[in-house]
């Protein structure tokens, strides 16, 4: 005798039993989470141990990651140097300007340089920002 809950499924009730459960996209301040966290991570191998923990983060650090994340669900083709054009020109937007050691209260920051003129350690975060952003979008 084959039990009623071995029977096979069909139509609509074989369609929704199979189909995965639907994952949330993430909101934007959460990818902008992830992305500021990769970033501390990344900057600490590379000796840069003055990032803080997204919660004890500035808000105008916030800022910048959630803008970063909406410039790049806007612009999924991009590639990562207009990531860095993008936040060079919120930056020169809200004051800052080049100077050898970020400096928040002056608003110096030594990436305010075209893409080009970057070291590749720092390259190397816009290009895991917009990997982040292509991940959990």
């Known amino acids: ?30 990818v902008a989470i992830v992305c500021h966290e990769t970033n501390r991570a990344w900057c600490a191998t590379i000796g840069d141990d003055s990032q803080l923990p997204w919660g004890d983060a500035p808000q105008w650090q916030r800022d910048s990651a959630i803008k970063g994340v909406e410039f790049c669900r806007a612009n999924p083709d991009a590639p990562a140097s207009a990531n860095h054009d993008s936040w060079l020109a919120e930056k020169k937007a809200t004051g800052w300007k080049y100077g050898p050691v970020k ?20 390259k190397r975060k816009d290009s895991l920002f917009k990997a982040i952003v292509a991940a959990l979008s």
């Not at 084959?2 to 029977?7: A, G, M």
């Not at 400096?103 to 720092?122: A, I, M, R, S, W």
């Open 1 to 30: 005798m084959i039990s009623r809950r071995h029977l096979p499924l069909s139509g609509e009730l074989a369609r929704v039993a199979n189909q995965k459960p639907m994952i949330p996209t993430p909101t934007v301040e959460q």
């Open 103 to 122: 400096d928040p209260e002056k608003k110096e920051h030594p990436c305010f340089v075209p893409y080009e003129e970057l070291p590749d350690d720092q």
